[in-house]
C-alpha cells in the first residue's frame, strides 16, 4: 500500500478569490501581518500497489486528467509507504 | 518575511462525500489501485514578520478561528523563510 499526497496550487499570477477572501477575513479579525493568501487543494489517495515508479506514473495522470487543471494549475505529490 | 503552509484535512472518520466523488471518478477512469481518496485545503500565507514563534502563534491562531473547522478537521503547518 501507498499513500500518495497530492498538493495543487494555482500557478503564479492566476487570480485567487478564495485566497483573497480568506485573506480579508484574516485582517478584518486584526491579523494584519498576512500580506498574501493562496488557497490550494489537498489530497491523500491510497494506492493497493507497492510499485513506487508504476504508482508515480499513474498519480501523475491522475493528477494531468482529472486531479488539477494543468491550464491554471500546478501540482506535486509525495509517495510514501503506509504504516 | 516568513511562508505558513497550511494543511487541513478531515479528521479520519469524519465522511468525505468530496473525497468519495473524486475517488469514484479515479474509478471509473480506470484507476482500479485507488481505495480511498480524502480531500483537504492547503494554503499558502506570507506573513509580514520574521520572528519564528511569534508567527506560530499567530498561525496557529488563524488555524482553529478561521481556517479550519477543529470540530471535524485537524490542521498542521510549516513555516519557511520567505527566499
Redesign the interface.
Known amino acids: 500500500?501507498l499513500l500518495a499526497k497530492i498538493?495543487?496550487?494555482l500557478k503564479p499570477g492566476v487570480l485567487d478569490p478564495q485566497?483573497e477572501a480568506?485573506g480579508n477575513?484574516?485582517k478584518a479579525?486584526g491579523?494584519k501581518?498576512?500580506?498574501?493568501?493562496?488557497?490550494?487543494?489537498?489530497?491523500?489517495?491510497?494506492?493497493?500497489?507497492d510499485d513506487k515508479s508504476y504508482?508515480e506514473e499513474?498519480v501523475d495522470e491522475?493528477c494531468r486528467?482529472?486531479?488539477a487543471n494543468p491550464v491554471i494549475e500546478k501540482y506535486r505529490y509525495t509517495l510514501e509507504e503506509q504504516r
Open positions: 500500500m498538493y495543487v496550487t485566497g480568506v477575513g484574516l479579525m491579523y501581518d498576512v500580506t498574501s493568501v493562496r488557497v490550494g487543494k489537498y489530497l491523500e489517495l491510497q494506492l493497493d500497489t504508482a499513474k491522475m486528467r482529472l486531479l
